[in-house]
C-alpha cells in the first residue's frame, strides 16, 4: 500500500453517527442502488441531497419525498426536467450545466457519492474535495480526466473507491503493507463479445453492445465494458488512486464476475475478494469505510458447486486497456484525452456514423496526434480545451471515414 493511498478512513468520519449523504446522480444504476442502501440502513446514512441530470424526473421526485427534501436540495441539468421537479416540489431546484457543482458547495454532507456519468462530473469531484468532504468515487472519467489536479486537490483518505474493481483492492490491501505488494491483478467479465475477433466485431449494433452478460449497468458503461475501455479507465483510475506503476497492474478476463480483483503479495500469495455481481457491497462499503455494513448484500454459498475461470485478454480484438496503459504511462493530459476521444467516439456509434472496433480505433488514432495540444493542464479549464481538441479530432476522424 504507497504512501499515496487515498482511501483510509478520514478522522472526519463520523464513527457512530449517521452520516449526511449527498448522491450526484441518483436515478442512474449507482444512484438508485445507493438509495437502496440508504433505505435500509437509515440508522447509519441520511439522503441530504440529489443530483440528475432530468431525464426521469419521476424518479428523482420520489426519492426528494422519500427523505423528505426541499426543492433547495435538488440539482436538475436538464432544464424541462428541473421544471417539472420544481413544479413537484413546490420550489425551484437548481439547474444548468454546473448544477451538481453547485449543489455540494450549498448543501453541507458528510459523504458526496459523485455517481455522474463522464468527465462532466469533474467539477463536483472538485469542488467536493475543495470542501473538505469524504468524496465516494464512482464517476472514474473524472480522476482519469482530472488526473494529477484531483490527486492534488485530495487529503489523504478523502477519495473512496466505489467502483467493484477498485473497493476490492481497497480491502485486500489491508492483508499487507506497501512493501509487500508485488502485483495488482483487475478482473473483467469479458463483456457481450468475449471470445469474438475484431472481425466479428464489425456489424455489432448499439443494442447488442449494452446488452452486458452479468452485470446492470447504465447504457454509457455497458458499451465501456463492451469495447473494454472500462477497463482501460479502471487501470487508469487504480494507478492514480493507489500510486502504482500501471505495469504492475495486469487485467485478466473473469467471466463469472465474482472475483472483483486480486493483489499478489512477495511472499507469492494472492489475496482476492470474492461476492455475488452487486454494486451494493462496494456502494455501502464507500458510505461506511472502513467500516462494513452488515447485509448490504447476499454472500456466495460455498455448500453449492459453481465454478470460477480466468484467461488472459485478447489485445488484438480488444486493444483498449494497451492503449490506457500507454496513456497513464505518458502521464498528464493523455488518460483525459484517451478518456475525451472515447465519449466521442461513442456517441459517433450510437448516431450509426462508424462501427464498433472503431471506437477504440479512434482512440488510438487521437492519441498518436496529441501532440500539439498535450501540455500539461494548470487547472481544470486547461483539461476542458484539451479534451475540446480530443473531441475535435474525433469528429474529423469521423467525417473522414463516412467520406470513404
Not at 511472499?267 to 457491497?281: E, N, V
Amino acid at each position: 500500500m504507497s504512501s499515496n493511498f487515498r482511501t483510509t478512513c478520514r478522522e472526519t468520519c463520523h464513527n457512530g453517527s449517521v452520516k449526511d449523504v449527498l448522491i450526484l446522480g441518483s436515478t442512474g444504476s449507482i444512484g438508485t442502488q445507493a438509495v437502496e442502501v440508504i433505505r435500509d440502513n437509515r440508522d447509519q446514512f441520511n439522503v441530504v441531497g440529489l443530483a440528475t441530470g432530468g431525464n426521469n424526473p419521476d424518479v428523482v421526485i420520489e426519492q426528494a419525498l422519500e427523505f423528505g427534501l426541499s426543492a433547495d436540495q435538488i440539482a436538475v441539468r436538464n432544464i424541462e426536467g428541473a421544471k417539472a421537479v420544481s413544479k413537484a416540489l413546490g420550489g425551484y431546484v437548481i439547474t444548468g450545466d454546473t448544477c451538481a457543482s453547485a449543489l455540494v458547495d450549498s448543501q453541507p454532507a458528510d459523504i458526496v457519492l459523485n455517481a455522474l456519468v463522464g468527465s462532466a462530473g469533474l467539477p463536483a469531484t472538485l469542488e467536493t474535495l475543495k470542501n473538505g468532504t469524504t468524496l465516494a468515487l464512482a464517476n472514474k472519467e473524472s480522476l482519469v480526466a482530472g488526473g494529477r489536479i484531483v490527486l492534488d486537490a485530495a487529503a489523504p483518505g478523502q477519495i473512496v473507491p466505489v467502483d467493484s474493481e477498485h473497493s476490492a483492492i481497497a480491502q485486500t490491501l489491508r492483508s499487507g503493507s506497501s512493501g509487500e505488494v508485488a502485483r495488482y491483478v483487475l478482473t473483467a467479465s469479458g463483456g457481450p463479445f468475449r471470445g469474438k475477433t475484431r472481425d466479428e466485431l464489425m456489424d455489432v449494433t448499439p443494442d447488442q453492445a449494452v446488452a452486458h452478460p452479468t452485470w446492470s449497468m447504465g447504457t454509457m458503461n455497458s458499451l465501456n465494458s463492451a469495447t473494454m475501455v472500462n477497463k482501460g479507465l479502471e487501470l487508469i483510475e487504480a494507478s492514480l488512486l493507489f500510486d502504482v506503476d500501471p505495469d504492475l497492474i495486469d487485467v485478466t478476463v473473469h467471466p463469472q464476475s465474482v472475483v472483483h480483483s486480486m493483489v499478489t503479495f512477495t511472499d507469492g500469495a494472492t489475496i482476492a475478494q470474492a461476492s455475488p455481481p452487486s454494486m451494493k457491497l462496494p456502494i455501502s462499503l464507500a458510505l461506511g469505510w472502513p467500516d462494513r455494513v452488515a447485509g448490504a448484500q447476499e454472500s456466495l454459498d460455498f455448500t453449492q458447486a459453481f465454478e470460477w475461470s480466468f484467461e488472459p485478454l485478447d489485445d488484438d480484438a480488444f486493444p483498449a486497456v494497451k492503449l490506457a496503459r500507454q496513456a497513464t504511462k505518458q502521464g498528464d493530459p493523455y488518460p483525459a484525452i484517451y478518456n475525451a476521444a472515447n465519449e466521442a467516439a461513442t456517441d459517433a456509434f450510437f448516431a450509426g456514423r462508424i462501427r464498433f472496433p472503431q471506437i477504440v480505433d479512434l482512440i488510438a488514432e487521437v492519441l498518436d496526434g496529441a501532440g500539439s495540444y498535450a501540455t500539461t493542464p494548470g487547472d481544470v479549464y486547461d483539461i476542458m480545451r484539451i479534451e475540446a481538441r480530443a473531441r475535435e479530432q474525433v469528429g474529423n476522424a469521423v467525417a473522414r471515414l463516412e467520406r470513404a
